[in-house]
């Protein structure tokens, strides 16, 4: 059964970039069947997808994002990475990784989340 | 790049049904046969519960049902159980590989 699991800072201060890793765990990530998204909710705010990949590189970011969002993939290590630049209080919530079934076009696993408070 | 339009909260007794609606426009729902909703419990990770409007996931309950006409898709919940009480999220392909969530409705069961 896979898993994912997000690992990274809870604490950010402004201004800095925020940088968390998704690990992939009883499965591999070079698989044609999936992209691999990070997607966050705000304190009583609603969920917001900011952008997926896929194992061979290709992005594709959220356009309220886009110019602040970094995401990677380590196919050695079965691992992609979210960066995000710049921020504010505005940024602060948990932050999920999630895999995007591309026959179900869904995401179906999804990690348990990691809380990111950006304070200085 | 709007979120989809969910009500905020609904709210049903044990064995009532409940419909949940997820309002987008012509660039994603409308545009696409691919709605998923997603369920979750505080503390927990959001958890499939239709894809492609109304497919369910192996091991979802056939109580869970989704549908979808023009802009709008709708999940409904029957003979509703304390279980169910949760938020639900519609999320929508909207084009580019790009995907956006509705804001989240809480379901009570009272």
């Known amino acids: 059964q896979m898993q994912l699991q997000e690992s990274g800072p809870g604490l950010v201060k402004p201004s800095e970039t925020l940088s968390l890793t998704c690990t992939v765990s009883?499965?591999?990530?070079?698989?044609?069947?999936?992209?691999w998204g990070w997607i966050r909710q705000p304190p009583g705010k609603g969920l917001k997808w900011i952008g997926s990949?896929?194992?061979?590189?290709?992005?594709y970011y959220n356009p309220s994002l886009q110019s602040r969002v970094t995401i990677s993939v380590d196919t050695s290590k079965d691992q992609f990475s979210l960066k995000l630049s710049s921020v504010t209080a505005a940024d602060t919530a948990v932050y999920y990784c999630?895999?995007?079934?591309?026959?179900?076009?869904?995401?179906?696993?999804w990690g348990h989340g990691t809380m990111v408070t950006v304070s200085s | 790049q709007s979120a989809l339009t969910q009500p905020a909260s609904v709210s049903g007794s044990p064995g009532q049904s409940i419909t949940i609606s997820c309002t987008g426009t012509?660039?994603?729902?409308?545009?696409?046969?691919?709605v998923s909703w997603y369920q979750r419990h505080p503390g927990k990770a959001p958890k499939l519960m239709i894809h492609?409007?109304?497919k369910r996931p192996s091991g979802v309950s056939n109580r869970f049902s989704g549908s979808q006409s023009g802009n709008t898709a709708s999940l409904t919940i029957s003979g509703l159980q304390a279980e169910d009480e949760a938020d639900y999220y519609c999320?929508?392909?909207?084009?580019?590989?790009?995907?956006?969530f509705g804001g989240g409705t809480k379901l009570t069961v009272l």
């Open positions: 492609e409007a109304n």
């Open positions: 990949i896929y194992y061979s590189g290709s992005t």
């Open positions: 999630a895999r995007l079934q591309t026959a179900g076009e869904a995401f179906d696993i």
């Open positions: 012509s660039s994603d729902v409308g545009n696409y046969n691919l």
């Open positions: 999320c929508s392909y909207a084009g580019s590989s790009t995907w956006v």
């Open positions: 009883g499965g591999s990530i070079s698989s044609s069947s999936y992209f």
